[in-house]
């Protein structure tokens, strides 16, 4: 597709399950993005990938969260034990480049943890 | 620590006025700030940027401003229209990629 393809869109987890937020971002595009928009917030920054290296994790909120790029394109971002906090919507977003100046987001995964 | 701030969660202005909305910052270093307009169910999109040089960008209906010894920029779209009904929101890099977002504006364009 032309965009950053997510899925699923929509996910309902029991508290205690394990998620796992899939990202396909534009084709060609070097960095990958995860963010976290809490209901009524802006979006926030919790991790970047330069190709397959994730050079920055400093925004994942607990070691529950886990994010990785094995082959430089597809993208899963895995929340472990997952709690009511954890909800909120999940996006991705890519760019051609590593600067953060342009970049295209993904219409998001929505997560409510119950 | 909120370093990008949208005071104001929502604005309505009629079809056809200005329609100002407004961000602040706290950072200094920041040198790059771009405006995102986000639509319900879907992700943000870029809408205009604008580099510390300068103090105007301009494209189309839409222009930025920055005023750097205020620690202010505000995004002017004129004339307002139904379509731009959207949430809107400020960032800024930090690091180069790692976009710090304000807390958005929700505007409603009434015909």
């Known amino acids: 597709g032309a965009g950053v393809s997510q899925s699923p869109r929509y996910k309902v987890a029991k508290r205690g399950q394990d998620v796992a937020l899939r990202c396909d971002p534009i084709?060609?595009?070097?960095?990958l993005f995860w963010y976290q928009q809490a209901l009524g917030q802006g979006p926030e920054f919790l991790t970047y990938?330069?190709?397959?290296?994730?050079?920055?994790k400093s925004g994942l909120p607990s070691d529950r969260f886990f994010a990785e790029r094995p082959e430089g394109s597809v993208s899963t971002l895995k929340i472990q034990r997952t709690q009511q906090e954890d909800s909120a919507v999940y996006l991705c977003?890519?760019?051609?480049?590593?600067?953060?100046?342009?970049?295209?987001f993904g219409e998001g995964s929505w997560l409510t943890v119950v | 620590d909120q370093q990008v701030k949208q005071n104001s969660p929502s604005l309505s202005v009629q079809e056809g006025r200005i329609s100002i909305l407004n961000c602040d910052y706290t950072?200094?270093?920041?040198?790059?700030f771009l405006w995102y307009k986000k639509y319900p169910a879907e992700g943000p999109t870029f809408l205009i940027s604008?580099?510390?040089?300068?103090d105007k960008n301009e494209d189309g209906r839409f222009t930025v401003f920055l005023n750097k010894s205020a620690k202010h920029l505000s995004l002017h779209i004129v004339p307002s229209q139904p379509g731009d009904s959207a949430v809107y929101f400020c960032?800024?890099?930090?690091?180069?990629?790692?976009?710090?977002f304000g807390k958005g504006t929700s505007l409603l364009v009434t015909p």
């Open positions: 960032a800024a890099p930090v690091a180069g990629y790692a976009l710090n």
């Open positions: 990938f330069q190709n397959e290296a994730q050079l920055d």
């Open positions: 084709s060609g595009h070097v960095s």
């Open positions: 604008i580099s510390s040089i300068k």
């Open positions: 977003a890519s760019s051609l480049d590593s600067s953060g100046n342009t970049i295209y």
């Open positions: 950072n200094s270093m920041f040198d790059y």
